[in-house]
Each structure stands twice: as C-alpha cells, then as structure tokens.
C-alpha cells in the first residue's frame, strides 16, 4: 500500500506565496508521473500542474509563470510552489501519483486526502 500526505495549505493573501508538499510512502518501487490537481467549491477538479519522473513539466494555463511544479525523487516528495496567489486558486489541493508496487511491480495510481489553500483579503 502506498500513501500521498500534502502539507503546507493555508490562508492567505492576494499576491502571497505558498508551497504545497506531497509526501508518498509505502511498497514503493517507483514513481513515473506526479501531479497537482485542485477542487474549488462547486467546480470539477481540474488538473494544475504535472511532473514526469525525468522532470518534464506542464502547467495549466491558468497558473504558468506563477506555479513551480518540483520533485526530489531520492525522498519521494513533490512541490508546487504558488507564487502571486490570486483569490481564484482558493480551492482544495490534490496530490496524485503514479507509482510502481516493490511487491508486485503493477502499477496504480494514488490520490492524496488534500489540502485547502484560500486566498482571501
């Protein structure tokens, strides 16, 4: 079994930085693709940002030039740092992961619990 833990969710202020950090532990033989998705009250989730495990990156476009999606794969974390945060980011954050099982070498794909990021004046 594998988990995704996020952290770093908050209140913050238009303009405001704040960085997300997606921890995953458990029967891990690999990670491929990580990602941030988020859930605004009353919406779909929507993808926000995605990394392949060579670092490749991409952005939806509401977010390209103010979020850096980042991972270091010797902890199996994942960031999203949120620079210039508008009052339309508020929404709950999900980490998601593709990861490949050390015990059974199949994939699956896991969803962390999520965090709540609100941006309000």
């Known amino acids: 079994q594998v988990q995704l833990v996020e952290s770093g969710g908050g209140l913050m202020q238009p303009g405001e930085s704040l960085r997300l950090s997606c921890a995953a532990s458990?029967?891990?033989?690999?990670?491929?693709?990580m990602g941030w998705y988020r859930q605004a009250p009353g919406k779909e989730r929507e993808l926000v940002a995605v990394?392949?495990?060579?670092?490749?990156?991409n952005y939806a476009d509401s977010v390209k030039g103010r979020f850096t999606i980042s991972r270091d794969n010797a902890k199996n974390t994942m960031y999203l740092q949120m620079n210039s945060l508008k009052p339309e980011d508020t929404a709950v954050y999900y980490c998601?992961?593709?990861?490949?099982?050390?015990?059974?070498?199949?994939?699956?794909?896991?969803w962390g619990q999520g965090t709540q990021v609100t941006v309000s004046s």
């Open positions: 990394i392949s495990s060579g670092g490749t990156t």
């Open positions: 998601n992961a593709r990861v490949r099982s050390r015990i059974s070498y199949s994939d699956r794909e896991y």
């Open positions: 458990g029967s891990i033989f690999s990670i491929n693709a």
